[in-house]
């Protein structure tokens, strides 16, 4: 980790749910620096660009216009440069098709958007606390998606 503070993107193509996300993060108190990005081409011009801070953590929305977040994962999978960055699928998706998918792209969890604050912020806090050396060592289907 940089510092002395977490490193998090989300990519969502929703001002509304970027701004619900970015509240989250500022009441939970965690030293965190927060970067959203409103589309699939914007994240992936920034995490390519030379100066780029990679994130500790990335939150990707599945359904957004210009470039998916499939398919933004499987570029990020593809790229050596990117292999520490944990990934979370962060949809209002819950279909099967889409957990399974995103499984097998190597996405390291899936949560469907929480529908109210106090939700989101306790998904969130568990999310950035996970230690994801050890999380994705015993990855299985079970654990992939977060249940709240």
């Known amino acids: 980790m940089q510092e002395d503070y977490i490193n998090i993107a989300l990519a969502d193509d929703d001002e509304d749910d970027r701004?619900?996300?970015?509240?989250?993060?500022?009441?939970?108190?965690?030293?965190?620096?927060?970067?959203?990005?409103?589309?699939?081409v914007y994240l992936m011009d920034y995490l390519n660009s030379e100066d780029a801070l990679l994130p500790n953590v990335l939150f990707l929305d599945l359904n957004m216009p210009r470039k998916s977040g499939l398919e933004c994962l499987k570029e990020i999978k593809q790229n050596p440069k990117f292999k520490d960055i944990a990934i979370a699928i962060y949809s209002t998706s819950a279909s099967e098709e889409d957990i399974e998918n995103t499984f097998v792209q190597g996405a390291n969890?899936?949560?469907?958007?929480?529908?109210?604050?106090?939700?989101l912020k306790k998904v969130?806090?568990?999310?950035?606390?996970?230690?994801?050396?050890?999380?994705?060592?015993?990855m299985n289907k079970d654990n992939f998606l977060l249940r709240f």
Request: glycine fraction near 2%.
């Open 124 to 138: 969130l806090s568990d999310v950035v606390t996970i230690n994801w050396q050890y999380h994705t060592n015993n």
């Open 19 to 40: 701004m619900f996300f970015t509240d989250a993060f500022e009441d939970l108190k965690i030293k965190s620096k927060v970067n959203t990005f409103n589309d699939g």
């Open 109 to 119: 969890i899936y949560i469907k958007k929480p529908s109210d604050f106090k939700t």
